[in-house]
Protein backbone atom coordinates (compact mmCIF):
# COMPACT_ATOMS: atom_id res chain seq x y z
CA UNK A 1 0.00 0.00 0.00
CA UNK A 2 2.87 2.34 0.91
CA UNK A 3 4.32 1.66 -2.82
CA UNK A 4 1.20 2.19 -3.96
CA UNK A 5 0.58 5.51 -2.27
CA UNK A 6 3.98 6.94 -3.24
CA UNK A 7 3.44 5.36 -7.20
CA UNK A 8 0.47 7.71 -7.03
CA UNK A 9 1.77 10.62 -5.65
CA UNK A 10 4.61 10.34 -8.72
CA UNK A 11 1.41 9.69 -10.84
CA UNK A 12 -0.41 13.09 -9.59
CA UNK A 13 2.85 14.92 -9.99
CA UNK A 14 3.79 13.79 -13.42
CA UNK A 15 -0.21 14.99 -14.39
CA UNK A 16 0.43 18.51 -12.57
CA UNK A 17 3.86 18.93 -14.23
CA UNK A 18 2.49 18.09 -17.55
CA UNK A 19 -0.44 20.44 -17.19
CA UNK A 20 2.19 23.35 -16.36
CA UNK A 21 3.90 23.03 -19.54
CA UNK A 22 0.59 22.68 -21.53
CA UNK A 23 -0.67 26.25 -19.72
CA UNK A 24 2.75 27.48 -20.58
CA UNK A 25 2.83 26.74 -23.80
CA UNK A 26 -0.64 28.47 -24.16
CA UNK A 27 0.18 31.38 -22.91
CA UNK A 28 1.94 34.14 -25.33
CA UNK A 29 3.45 37.49 -24.11
CA UNK A 30 3.51 40.48 -26.51
CA UNK A 31 5.32 43.66 -25.03
CA UNK A 32 4.35 46.71 -27.01
CA UNK A 33 7.25 48.90 -27.55
CA UNK A 34 6.69 53.19 -28.30
CA UNK A 35 8.75 52.93 -31.47
CA UNK A 36 6.56 53.45 -34.40
CA UNK A 37 6.51 51.39 -37.36
CA UNK A 38 5.05 51.86 -41.17
CA UNK A 39 1.56 53.54 -42.12
CA UNK A 40 -0.99 51.28 -43.89
CA UNK A 41 -1.98 53.02 -46.38
CA UNK A 42 -4.84 50.27 -47.12
CA UNK A 43 -6.01 46.77 -48.65
CA UNK A 44 -7.95 46.45 -52.03
CA UNK A 45 -8.13 43.70 -54.67
CA UNK A 46 -7.93 43.71 -58.74
CA UNK A 47 -10.45 44.34 -61.53
CA UNK A 48 -9.13 42.77 -64.36
CA UNK A 49 -9.52 39.95 -66.61
CA UNK A 50 -11.92 37.23 -65.12
CA UNK A 51 -12.26 38.78 -62.10
CA UNK A 52 -14.91 40.93 -63.20
CA UNK A 53 -16.93 39.14 -65.76
CA UNK A 54 -16.27 41.04 -67.51
CA UNK A 55 -13.74 43.59 -66.09
CA UNK A 56 -15.37 46.13 -64.14
CA UNK A 57 -18.47 46.93 -65.55
CA UNK A 58 -20.42 44.89 -63.13
CA UNK A 59 -20.24 46.95 -60.28
CA UNK A 60 -21.48 44.23 -57.59
CA UNK A 61 -18.17 43.47 -56.59
CA UNK A 62 -16.74 46.65 -55.43
CA UNK A 63 -20.59 47.63 -54.18
CA UNK A 64 -20.19 44.92 -51.49
CA UNK A 65 -16.27 45.57 -50.37
CA UNK A 66 -15.44 49.22 -50.59
CA UNK A 67 -15.51 51.90 -48.56
CA UNK A 68 -15.70 52.70 -44.96
CA UNK A 69 -20.17 51.75 -45.18
CA UNK A 70 -19.03 48.65 -46.39
CA UNK A 71 -18.85 45.03 -43.92
CA UNK A 72 -14.83 44.75 -45.74
CA UNK A 73 -13.19 48.16 -46.10
CA UNK A 74 -11.35 47.87 -48.71
CA UNK A 75 -9.89 51.25 -49.88
CA UNK A 76 -7.60 50.24 -52.96
CA UNK A 77 -8.14 48.57 -56.61
CA UNK A 78 -5.88 47.48 -59.28
CA UNK A 79 -6.89 47.81 -62.83
CA UNK A 80 -4.98 46.70 -66.05
CA UNK A 81 -3.20 49.41 -68.39
CA UNK A 82 -4.34 46.73 -71.55
CA UNK A 83 -2.85 46.77 -74.94
CA UNK A 84 -5.88 45.57 -76.90
CA UNK A 85 -5.10 42.75 -79.14
CA UNK A 86 -8.45 42.99 -81.71
CA UNK A 87 -6.92 46.46 -83.02
CA UNK A 88 -8.75 50.27 -83.31
CA UNK A 89 -12.31 50.20 -81.09
CA UNK A 90 -13.89 53.95 -80.70
CA UNK A 91 -15.23 54.66 -77.38
CA UNK A 92 -17.43 57.66 -77.49
CA UNK A 93 -14.87 60.46 -78.95
CA UNK A 94 -12.29 58.51 -78.10
CA UNK A 95 -10.41 56.29 -80.70
CA UNK A 96 -8.08 54.36 -78.89
CA UNK A 97 -6.53 50.80 -79.52
CA UNK A 98 -6.68 50.34 -76.07
CA UNK A 99 -9.38 48.19 -74.09
CA UNK A 100 -9.15 51.22 -71.09
CA UNK A 101 -12.93 51.49 -70.55
CA UNK A 102 -13.38 48.04 -68.81
CA UNK A 103 -12.93 48.97 -65.50
CA UNK A 104 -14.36 52.65 -65.59
CA UNK A 105 -17.99 51.69 -63.78
CA UNK A 106 -15.95 50.47 -60.78
CA UNK A 107 -13.37 52.49 -60.31
CA UNK A 108 -16.00 55.37 -60.04
CA UNK A 109 -17.88 53.84 -57.30
CA UNK A 110 -14.22 53.01 -55.66
CA UNK A 111 -13.39 56.80 -55.88
CA UNK A 112 -16.48 57.64 -55.26
CA UNK A 113 -16.42 55.72 -51.75
CA UNK A 114 -12.53 58.08 -50.92
CA UNK A 115 -10.74 54.97 -52.40
CA UNK A 116 -7.19 54.53 -54.07
CA UNK A 117 -7.10 53.31 -57.70
CA UNK A 118 -3.80 52.82 -59.49
CA UNK A 119 -3.20 50.89 -63.09
CA UNK A 120 -0.82 48.35 -64.38
CA UNK A 121 0.43 47.19 -67.51
CA UNK A 122 0.68 43.47 -68.92
CA UNK A 123 2.32 44.69 -71.86
CA UNK A 124 2.74 48.27 -73.76
CA UNK A 125 1.47 48.27 -77.45
CA UNK A 126 2.68 45.45 -79.23
CA UNK A 127 4.80 47.89 -81.72
CA UNK A 128 6.58 48.92 -79.20
CA UNK A 129 8.49 45.25 -78.54
CA UNK A 130 10.89 43.04 -79.87
CA UNK A 131 8.32 40.78 -80.91
CA UNK A 132 5.49 43.48 -82.56
CA UNK A 133 2.61 41.90 -79.86
CA UNK A 134 1.67 42.50 -76.39
CA UNK A 135 1.55 38.88 -76.04
CA UNK A 136 4.76 37.35 -73.92
CA UNK A 137 5.84 35.14 -76.36
CA UNK A 138 6.70 31.86 -74.18
CA UNK A 139 4.61 29.63 -76.66
CA UNK A 140 4.86 27.61 -80.36
CA UNK A 141 2.27 29.66 -81.43
CA UNK A 142 4.32 32.93 -80.67
CA UNK A 143 7.61 31.35 -81.82
CA UNK A 144 9.25 31.50 -78.12
CA UNK A 145 10.39 35.00 -79.05
CA UNK A 146 11.00 37.00 -75.82
CA UNK A 147 8.56 40.17 -75.75
CA UNK A 148 10.44 43.10 -74.38
CA UNK A 149 10.31 46.93 -74.89
CA UNK A 150 12.72 48.19 -77.34
CA UNK A 151 14.74 50.88 -76.83
CA UNK A 152 14.01 52.80 -79.43
CA UNK A 153 10.59 53.44 -77.69
CA UNK A 154 11.52 53.49 -74.01
CA UNK A 155 10.67 57.77 -74.72
CA UNK A 156 7.40 56.53 -76.10
CA UNK A 157 6.42 54.77 -72.37
CA UNK A 158 5.26 57.41 -70.94
CA UNK A 159 3.92 59.81 -73.07
CA UNK A 160 1.44 56.09 -73.37
CA UNK A 161 0.81 56.09 -69.99
CA UNK A 162 -0.22 59.90 -70.43
CA UNK A 163 -2.61 58.84 -72.83
CA UNK A 164 -4.19 56.04 -70.01
CA UNK A 165 -4.28 58.86 -67.52
CA UNK A 166 -6.05 61.28 -69.59
CA UNK A 167 -8.67 58.68 -71.00
CA UNK A 168 -9.83 57.65 -67.23
CA UNK A 169 -10.17 61.91 -66.11
CA UNK A 170 -12.14 62.21 -69.22
CA UNK A 171 -14.32 59.26 -67.55
CA UNK A 172 -14.56 60.86 -64.70
CA UNK A 173 -11.42 58.83 -62.97
CA UNK A 174 -8.80 60.64 -61.88
CA UNK A 175 -6.14 57.57 -61.43
CA UNK A 176 -3.51 57.77 -58.12
CA UNK A 177 -0.79 55.94 -59.16
CA UNK A 178 0.58 53.75 -61.94
CA UNK A 179 3.17 50.78 -62.23
CA UNK A 180 5.77 49.96 -64.24
CA UNK A 181 4.97 46.74 -65.36
CA UNK A 182 3.14 43.43 -64.00
CA UNK A 183 5.60 40.91 -63.57
CA UNK A 184 8.86 41.86 -65.24
CA UNK A 185 10.34 38.88 -64.67
CA UNK A 186 7.80 36.36 -65.95
CA UNK A 187 8.15 34.80 -69.25
CA UNK A 188 4.55 34.30 -69.78
CA UNK A 189 2.27 33.70 -73.35
CA UNK A 190 -0.54 35.75 -72.29
CA UNK A 191 0.06 39.40 -72.19
CA UNK A 192 3.22 40.48 -70.67
CA UNK A 193 6.45 41.98 -71.13
CA UNK A 194 10.37 41.30 -69.74
CA UNK A 195 12.35 43.79 -67.89
CA UNK A 196 15.82 43.12 -66.14
CA UNK A 197 16.57 45.35 -63.20
CA UNK A 198 18.90 47.14 -65.51
CA UNK A 199 16.15 47.84 -68.15
CA UNK A 200 13.89 49.32 -65.54
CA UNK A 201 16.36 51.50 -64.66
CA UNK A 202 17.36 52.77 -67.89
CA UNK A 203 13.74 53.62 -68.61
CA UNK A 204 12.87 55.13 -64.88
CA UNK A 205 15.69 56.53 -65.02
CA UNK A 206 16.14 58.66 -68.82
CA UNK A 207 12.65 58.67 -68.90
CA UNK A 208 9.84 58.19 -66.22
CA UNK A 209 10.23 62.92 -65.76
CA UNK A 210 7.94 61.93 -68.84
CA UNK A 211 4.73 60.80 -66.57
CA UNK A 212 2.60 64.31 -66.47
CA UNK A 213 2.93 64.62 -62.84
CA UNK A 214 1.89 68.65 -63.51
CA UNK A 215 -1.78 67.37 -65.59
CA UNK A 216 -2.76 64.84 -63.30
CA UNK A 217 -1.42 65.99 -60.18
CA UNK A 218 -1.06 63.54 -57.74
CA UNK A 219 -0.25 60.47 -59.57
CA UNK A 220 2.37 58.40 -58.16
CA UNK A 221 4.70 56.17 -59.75
CA UNK A 222 4.78 52.26 -58.82
CA UNK A 223 7.54 50.42 -59.45
CA UNK A 224 7.50 47.14 -61.96
CA UNK A 225 5.56 44.21 -59.68
CA UNK A 226 8.26 40.90 -59.88
CA UNK A 227 6.47 37.54 -59.46
CA UNK A 228 8.46 37.14 -56.54
CA UNK A 229 9.19 40.40 -55.06
CA UNK A 230 12.36 39.97 -56.44
CA UNK A 231 14.66 43.31 -54.44
CA UNK A 232 16.99 43.65 -56.91
CA UNK A 233 14.43 45.43 -58.85
CA UNK A 234 13.27 47.91 -56.39
CA UNK A 235 16.89 48.09 -54.83
CA UNK A 236 18.36 49.41 -58.02
CA UNK A 237 15.80 52.27 -58.82
CA UNK A 238 16.51 53.39 -54.66
CA UNK A 239 19.74 52.67 -55.00
CA UNK A 240 20.33 55.92 -57.86
CA UNK A 241 19.39 59.02 -56.54
CA UNK A 242 17.71 60.01 -59.70
CA UNK A 243 15.34 57.06 -60.14
CA UNK A 244 14.35 57.14 -56.71
CA UNK A 245 13.16 60.70 -57.07
CA UNK A 246 10.99 59.44 -59.65
CA UNK A 247 9.40 55.87 -57.57
CA UNK A 248 7.03 56.42 -54.85
CA UNK A 249 5.77 53.05 -54.05
CA UNK A 250 7.85 49.91 -54.33
CA UNK A 251 5.50 47.26 -55.20
CA UNK A 252 5.68 42.79 -56.34
CA UNK A 253 3.91 39.44 -55.80
CA UNK A 254 4.43 36.94 -53.14
CA UNK A 255 4.59 34.16 -55.45
CA UNK A 256 6.51 31.34 -54.42
CA UNK A 257 8.46 33.78 -51.76
CA UNK A 258 6.75 34.09 -48.49
CA UNK A 259 6.01 37.83 -47.29
CA UNK A 260 9.07 37.66 -44.60
CA UNK A 261 11.61 36.93 -47.29
CA UNK A 262 12.08 38.89 -50.37
CA UNK A 263 9.37 41.81 -49.54
CA UNK A 264 10.91 41.83 -46.02
CA UNK A 265 14.20 42.72 -47.60
CA UNK A 266 12.67 44.68 -50.52
CA UNK A 267 11.35 47.03 -47.44
CA UNK A 268 14.04 47.35 -45.82
CA UNK A 269 15.78 49.81 -48.12
CA UNK A 270 12.30 51.09 -49.36
CA UNK A 271 11.54 52.32 -45.55
CA UNK A 272 14.83 54.00 -45.28
CA UNK A 273 14.17 56.55 -48.55
CA UNK A 274 10.62 57.10 -47.47
CA UNK A 275 8.94 54.85 -50.06
CA UNK A 276 5.53 52.58 -49.72
CA UNK A 277 5.87 49.22 -49.98
CA UNK A 278 3.14 47.71 -51.64
CA UNK A 279 2.17 43.74 -52.11
CA UNK A 280 0.03 44.34 -55.45
CA UNK A 281 -1.05 40.62 -55.98
CA UNK A 282 -1.16 36.78 -54.57
CA UNK A 283 -3.72 34.36 -54.50
CA UNK A 284 -3.07 32.20 -51.39
CA UNK A 285 -3.73 28.61 -51.95
CA UNK A 286 -5.55 29.00 -55.18
CA UNK A 287 -7.79 26.47 -54.19
CA UNK A 288 -9.72 26.36 -57.70
CA UNK A 289 -11.17 22.75 -57.18
CA UNK A 290 -12.79 23.55 -54.40
CA UNK A 291 -14.09 26.18 -51.93
CA UNK A 292 -10.99 26.97 -49.33
CA UNK A 293 -11.77 25.52 -45.86
CA UNK A 294 -11.32 27.40 -42.49
CA UNK A 295 -7.19 26.29 -42.61
CA UNK A 296 -7.25 27.70 -45.81
CA UNK A 297 -8.57 31.17 -44.54
CA UNK A 298 -6.61 31.29 -41.71
CA UNK A 299 -3.56 30.55 -43.64
CA UNK A 300 -4.75 33.75 -45.57
CA UNK A 301 -4.98 35.56 -42.37
CA UNK A 302 -1.59 34.76 -41.89
CA UNK A 303 -0.40 35.81 -45.17
CA UNK A 304 -1.59 39.63 -44.63
CA UNK A 305 -0.40 39.89 -41.45
CA UNK A 306 3.06 38.68 -42.70
CA UNK A 307 3.04 41.12 -45.09
CA UNK A 308 2.50 43.94 -42.59
CA UNK A 309 5.30 42.72 -40.18
CA UNK A 310 7.67 42.54 -43.35
CA UNK A 311 6.86 46.55 -43.66
CA UNK A 312 4.38 46.48 -46.16
CA UNK A 313 2.34 49.91 -46.65
CA UNK A 314 -1.03 48.40 -48.70
CA UNK A 315 -2.10 44.43 -49.70
CA UNK A 316 -3.88 44.29 -52.73
CA UNK A 317 -5.07 40.59 -53.40
CA UNK A 318 -5.89 39.03 -56.87
CA UNK A 319 -9.34 38.62 -58.07
CA UNK A 320 -12.18 40.54 -56.02
CA UNK A 321 -14.65 37.76 -57.30
CA UNK A 322 -13.62 34.41 -57.52
CA UNK A 323 -15.23 30.91 -55.40
CA UNK A 324 -11.51 31.06 -53.78
CA UNK A 325 -11.64 35.17 -53.10
CA UNK A 326 -13.80 37.37 -51.24
CA UNK A 327 -17.18 37.41 -53.58
CA UNK A 328 -18.89 34.24 -55.21
CA UNK A 329 -19.50 33.48 -58.71
CA UNK A 330 -22.75 31.56 -58.56
CA UNK A 331 -20.68 28.46 -60.33
CA UNK A 332 -23.02 26.05 -59.32
CA UNK A 333 -19.82 22.94 -59.42
CA UNK A 334 -18.40 25.08 -56.44
CA UNK A 335 -22.14 25.71 -54.43
CA UNK A 336 -23.40 25.36 -51.78
CA UNK A 337 -21.25 28.40 -50.39
CA UNK A 338 -20.54 30.27 -53.57
CA UNK A 339 -23.69 32.22 -54.17
CA UNK A 340 -23.23 35.02 -56.99
CA UNK A 341 -22.15 38.50 -55.44
CA UNK A 342 -22.50 37.44 -51.80
CA UNK A 343 -19.30 37.68 -49.71
CA UNK A 344 -17.26 34.77 -48.94
CA UNK A 345 -15.62 34.24 -45.73
CA UNK A 346 -12.28 35.12 -47.38
CA UNK A 347 -13.48 38.46 -47.57
CA UNK A 348 -14.64 38.63 -43.55
CA UNK A 349 -11.42 37.70 -42.80
CA UNK A 350 -9.91 40.46 -45.08
CA UNK A 351 -11.78 42.85 -43.12
CA UNK A 352 -10.09 42.61 -40.13
CA UNK A 353 -7.25 44.29 -41.81
CA UNK A 354 -9.31 46.53 -44.14
CA UNK A 355 -11.89 47.48 -42.12
CA UNK A 356 -9.81 48.20 -38.95
CA UNK A 357 -6.26 49.50 -39.71
CA UNK A 358 -6.64 51.27 -42.82
CA UNK A 359 -4.63 54.52 -41.89
CA UNK A 360 -2.81 52.77 -38.66
CA UNK A 361 0.91 52.80 -37.74
CA UNK A 362 2.40 49.70 -36.77
CA UNK A 363 3.88 49.65 -33.28
CA UNK A 364 6.94 47.34 -33.07
CA UNK A 365 6.69 44.73 -30.24
CA UNK A 366 9.03 42.26 -28.73
CA UNK A 367 7.08 38.84 -31.43
CA UNK A 368 8.22 41.45 -34.19
CA UNK A 369 11.85 39.46 -34.58
CA UNK A 370 10.89 35.83 -33.69
CA UNK A 371 7.84 35.47 -36.59
CA UNK A 372 8.40 32.55 -38.27
CA UNK A 373 6.06 32.00 -41.82
CA UNK A 374 3.22 30.13 -41.13
CA UNK A 375 3.36 30.46 -37.61
CA UNK A 376 0.87 28.69 -35.18
CA UNK A 377 0.16 31.81 -33.40
CA UNK A 378 1.03 35.43 -34.59
CA UNK A 379 0.36 39.06 -33.84
CA UNK A 380 0.43 42.40 -34.95
CA UNK A 381 -0.32 45.59 -33.02
CA UNK A 382 -1.16 49.23 -34.45
CA UNK A 383 -2.01 52.60 -33.18
CA UNK A 384 -4.53 54.63 -35.04
CA UNK A 385 -5.89 57.58 -32.99
CA UNK A 386 -6.97 56.87 -29.44
CA UNK A 387 -7.07 53.13 -30.56
CA UNK A 388 -4.34 50.44 -30.00
CA UNK A 389 -5.67 47.77 -32.47
CA UNK A 390 -4.25 44.02 -32.01
CA UNK A 391 -4.31 41.64 -34.49
CA UNK A 392 -4.36 38.07 -32.91
CA UNK A 393 -4.16 34.94 -35.62
CA UNK A 394 -4.32 31.61 -33.57
CA UNK A 395 -3.72 28.63 -36.23
CA UNK A 396 -3.33 26.07 -33.37
CA UNK A 397 -6.27 23.61 -31.94
CA UNK A 398 -5.55 24.80 -28.55
CA UNK A 399 -6.77 28.34 -27.31
CA UNK A 400 -4.21 30.92 -26.23
CA UNK A 401 -3.70 33.55 -23.45
CA UNK A 402 -2.49 36.91 -25.57
CA UNK A 403 -0.20 38.51 -22.49
CA UNK A 404 -0.48 42.25 -23.69
CA UNK A 405 2.15 44.39 -22.03
CA UNK A 406 1.62 48.35 -23.17
CA UNK A 407 3.79 51.78 -22.63
CA UNK A 408 0.72 53.20 -22.30
CA UNK A 409 -3.03 52.56 -20.29
CA UNK A 410 -6.35 51.10 -21.92
CA UNK A 411 -9.61 51.91 -20.51
CA UNK A 412 -11.94 49.93 -22.65
CA UNK A 413 -12.30 48.07 -25.96
CA UNK A 414 -13.81 45.38 -28.03
CA UNK A 415 -13.02 41.94 -29.96
CA UNK A 416 -13.88 41.35 -33.36
CA UNK A 417 -13.67 37.48 -33.81
CA UNK A 418 -13.89 34.99 -36.93
CA UNK A 419 -13.69 31.09 -36.02
CA UNK A 420 -14.86 29.30 -38.70
CA UNK A 421 -16.46 29.53 -42.12
CA UNK A 422 -20.17 29.57 -40.38
CA UNK A 423 -18.83 31.93 -37.25
CA UNK A 424 -17.61 35.17 -39.05
CA UNK A 425 -17.08 38.83 -37.32
CA UNK A 426 -18.61 38.25 -33.78
CA UNK A 427 -18.60 40.98 -31.67
CA UNK A 428 -18.03 41.45 -28.10
CA UNK A 429 -16.66 43.17 -25.07
CA UNK A 430 -13.37 43.46 -23.73
CA UNK A 431 -13.60 43.83 -19.89
CA UNK A 432 -11.22 46.43 -18.62
CA UNK A 433 -12.70 47.83 -15.10
CA UNK A 434 -9.94 50.34 -15.05
CA UNK A 435 -7.06 51.66 -16.69
CA UNK A 436 -4.63 49.16 -17.01
CA UNK A 437 -1.16 48.62 -19.01
CA UNK A 438 -1.18 45.21 -19.69
CA UNK A 439 -4.02 42.82 -20.20
CA UNK A 440 -4.70 39.00 -21.04
CA UNK A 441 -6.58 38.46 -24.00
CA UNK A 442 -8.27 35.00 -25.01
CA UNK A 443 -7.40 33.43 -28.13
CA UNK A 444 -9.50 31.03 -29.24
CA UNK A 445 -7.95 27.77 -31.33
CA UNK A 446 -8.02 28.17 -35.17
CA UNK A 447 -9.51 31.83 -35.15
CA UNK A 448 -8.79 35.45 -36.48
CA UNK A 449 -8.81 38.24 -33.88
CA UNK A 450 -8.95 42.01 -33.63
CA UNK A 451 -9.12 43.71 -30.67
CA UNK A 452 -9.53 47.62 -30.04
CA UNK A 453 -8.43 48.61 -27.22
CA UNK A 454 -9.35 52.13 -26.55
CA UNK A 455 -6.43 54.32 -24.83
CA UNK A 456 -6.64 56.57 -21.63
CA UNK A 457 -4.75 59.58 -22.45
CA UNK A 458 -5.28 61.08 -19.19
CA UNK A 459 -5.25 64.82 -18.81
CA UNK A 460 -3.42 65.29 -21.99
CA UNK A 461 -5.74 64.09 -24.59
CA UNK A 462 -2.60 63.21 -26.70
CA UNK A 463 -0.16 59.71 -26.82
CA UNK A 464 3.48 60.88 -26.08
CA UNK A 465 6.09 58.40 -27.84
CA UNK A 466 7.85 56.06 -25.21
CA UNK A 467 10.64 57.09 -26.86
CA UNK A 468 10.73 60.52 -25.51
CA UNK A 469 10.74 59.14 -21.73
CA UNK A 470 13.34 60.10 -19.23
CA UNK A 471 13.50 63.27 -20.68
CA UNK A 472 15.93 66.02 -18.65
CA UNK A 473 14.05 69.28 -19.35
CA UNK A 474 10.90 69.86 -20.61
CA UNK A 475 9.72 68.77 -23.94
CA UNK A 476 6.34 70.08 -26.04
CA UNK A 477 3.90 68.25 -28.40
CA UNK A 478 1.31 69.59 -30.60
CA UNK A 479 -2.08 68.29 -30.18
CA UNK A 480 -1.77 65.50 -32.44
CA UNK A 481 1.29 64.78 -29.94
CA UNK A 482 4.20 65.44 -32.44
CA UNK A 483 7.17 66.72 -30.78
CA UNK A 484 7.22 70.70 -31.72
CA UNK A 485 10.58 72.38 -30.91
CA UNK A 486 9.84 74.97 -29.06
CA UNK A 487 6.17 75.79 -27.50
CA UNK A 488 3.49 77.77 -29.07
CA UNK A 489 -0.58 78.28 -28.89
CA UNK A 490 -2.29 75.35 -27.15
CA UNK A 491 -0.13 72.65 -26.59
CA UNK A 492 1.17 69.72 -24.24
CA UNK A 493 4.39 70.30 -22.03
CA UNK A 494 6.01 67.19 -21.07
CA UNK A 495 7.92 67.99 -17.42
CA UNK A 496 11.43 66.17 -16.20
CA UNK A 497 9.38 64.08 -13.65
CA UNK A 498 7.31 62.64 -16.51
CA UNK A 499 4.13 64.56 -15.82
CA UNK A 500 2.14 66.22 -18.48
CA UNK A 501 -0.20 69.50 -18.36
CA UNK A 502 -1.78 71.47 -21.05
CA UNK A 503 -0.54 75.06 -21.79
CA UNK A 504 -1.00 77.84 -24.03
CA UNK A 505 1.71 80.25 -25.11
CA UNK A 506 1.13 83.04 -27.06
CA UNK A 507 2.60 83.82 -30.79
Known amino acids: MIFMKIFMKRIVFTVCLLASVTL ?26 GAMCPFGTDTEP ?9 KIGLNIMRMEISPNFEGDVKYGSWDTPYDWQGSVPSAKIVKQRGGIVFGTPWSPPGDYKTNNTAQGGNSESQGYKRGELREDCYSKFFPWMNSFLKYMKSQGVVMDAVSVQNEPDWWVDYSGCLYTPEQQLKLVKNYANKLDRKTYSGVRLISAEPLGFDPSYSNMLLNDETARNQVDI ?19 LASQYGKEVWMTEHSVSDNIKS ?11 QEVNECMLA ?3 GYIYWYMRAHWAFVGTGESQYNPGNTKNTLLPRAFVMSH ?10 METSADANVTTNAEFET ?17 DDDVKLSLKLPFSVKSGKYIRSTSNESLCVEGEVKISKPVNSKILPVPAKSVNTF ?16 DDNVLESKYYDLSGRLISKPSGLCIEKRPDGTYRKIYVAE
Not at 62 to 70: F, I
Not at 291 to 296: C, K, R, T, V, Y
Not at 353 to 362: H, P
Open 353 to 362: FSKYLTGSTR
Open 380 to 396: SVYIKGDSLLVIAINAS
Open 311 to 313: GCT
Open 291 to 301: LPDWSEQLLFA
Open 62 to 70: VKLLYGAES
Open 24 to 49: AQAAYTVTVSGVRSQKITGFGAAACD
Open 452 to 467: VLMIDNGETGVIIPEA
Open 250 to 268: IAGHIYGHPPLGNLKSAAK
